[in-house]
């Protein structure tokens, strides 16, 4: 990236610091939702350098995280099959399922490769005709087109030992869900500018005018997140809930067009589990019905699975913004990077993963902060969904 350097000033971070302690004069509560904003948050201190009014609130946004554990079973129990070339990014390989994780799948004799693309596991396929490969796409609308276009490669190519594995999860009906649970504290939102400049911003007008909270398209640099929680405080405080572009180096509001004729010929929307979390109505994406032979979990008939996340594991908590990460007991102590209880601790975009690098001895309460009010009300008359409690 350029300019990287001036997007970590501190001479200027200072200057955005005062900017919003001059602006704001009551609590407010943001929530970024995107892992890597929170790794930056957590790295940089800037959660303990804003002013004590404002609390930032960690999402569900780091895309191993909320990948649920049935699909991590179904990913080990394919991944086990003799047949199968299994192919992931690396990080999903330490994600616990219910008793083991993809490493042991791999001691154990089972083919588990790390690639760093899609098309790396399609480059397999071609090379292994009498093995099934099958490449694990998770993600969120970063990750979904150039799984998608993978597919479509393959397809072209007449590829046919090739599928994938999909739990893909899309940001705005999470908004959504958020905004509709019982005791929603998050008055405003730092929306992820990755997610954005792929999808572009005409999902959120909507959102930040039904629930009446600001919406700011934010980067990833200490800078961009100053800067996103200072227009954000500053619409809270003039009574504004529109959405903002912060991150107009990298975002245009329409978005990838080629990205997304791509996701619009491969994927359908659907419900999805978040991990930790639960169903959000049409918050996922699932291959067409045109692509259902390179859909995994058709080909090898996956069913039966059942699930069980560890007793002493909060993760979903910290998922859904109820607890900070050390305010888990296992946190630091049965749950560590080398042994991880749930995937926020796996992750390097996982929130319990940002506070034990960078604050692991933080081990206490948190310190006291001024309590945000509740959100403002949402239409009573509107028809409520099934939806995660954050």
């Not at 129990?77 to 990014?89: G, H, K, L, N």
């Not at 999860?169 to 959504?176: F, G, S, T």
């Not at 607890?323 to 390097?348: D, Q, W, Y």
Request: glycine share 8%.
């Amino acid at each position: 990236m350029r300019y990287i350097d001036e997007f970590q000033d501190p001479a200027l971070a200072r200057r955005l610091l005062d900017d919003i302690r001059s602006t704001v004069t009551r609590p407010w509560a943001l929530m970024e939702v995107c892992g890597g904003q929170t790794h930056t948050i957590i790295r940089h201190g800037i959660d303990q350098l804003l002013p004590d009014e404002i609390e930032l609130i960690h999402g569900p946004g780091c895309p191993v995280c909320v990948t649920p554990l049935e699909v991590i079973d179904k990913a080990l129990e394919i991944a086990s099959r003799p047949e199968v070339i299994f192919c992931s990014f690396g990080d999903m390989l330490r994600v616990p399922g219910t008793g083991r994780d993809l490493f042991q799948v791999r001691s154990e004799g089972g083919d588990v490769r790390v690639v760093y693309s899609p098309l790396d596991a399609l480059k397999v396929a071609r090379r292994n005709p009498d093995r099934e490969v099958v490449f694990f796409g998770i993600g969120f609308e970063t990750t979904a087109p150039p799984n998608a276009m993978t597919v479509h490669q393959a397809r072209k190519l007449g590829i046919t030992n090739f599928s994938l594995l999909v739990s893909h999860v899309r940001v705005p009906p999470a908004i959504e869900a958020i905004m509709r649970s019982p005791g929603c504290r998050v008055q405003g939102f730092l929306a992820a500018g990755h997610v954005c400049s792929v999808m572009g911003t005409a999902e959120y007008p909507d959102l930040a005018a039904r629930h009446r909270v600001p919406i700011v398209v934010t980067g990833f640099e200490p800078l961009d997140i100053l800067e996103g929680v200072r227009r954000a405080v500053r619409q809270l405080e003039r009574g504004e809930h529109t959405v903002e572009n912060a991150y107009a180096r990298a975002v245009r509001p329409e978005g990838n067009p080629a990205a997304l004729a791509m996701l619009e010929d491969v994927f359908e929307v659907t419900d999805r589990a978040w991990r930790g979390i639960g169903v959000i109505p049409g918050s996922g994406w699932r291959l067409a019905g045109r692509y259902r032979e390179y859909d995994a979990e058709h080909r090898f008939s996956v069913t039966g699975i059942t699930t069980r996340e560890p007793a002493a594991c909060r993760s979903g908590e910290v998922l859904q913004g109820l607890i900070k990460p050390h305010e888990c007991e296992a946190f630091g102590t049965l749950c560590t990077p080398r042994n991880p209880l749930g995937a926020t601790m796996v992750s390097s975009e996982g929130a319990c993963a940002a506070y034990y690098l960078y604050r692991r001895l933080e081990l206490g309460p948190p310190q006291a902060r001024p309590t945000a009010p509740p959100a403002q009300p949402t239409d009573p008359t509107a028809p409520l969904e099934a939806s995660p409690v954050v």
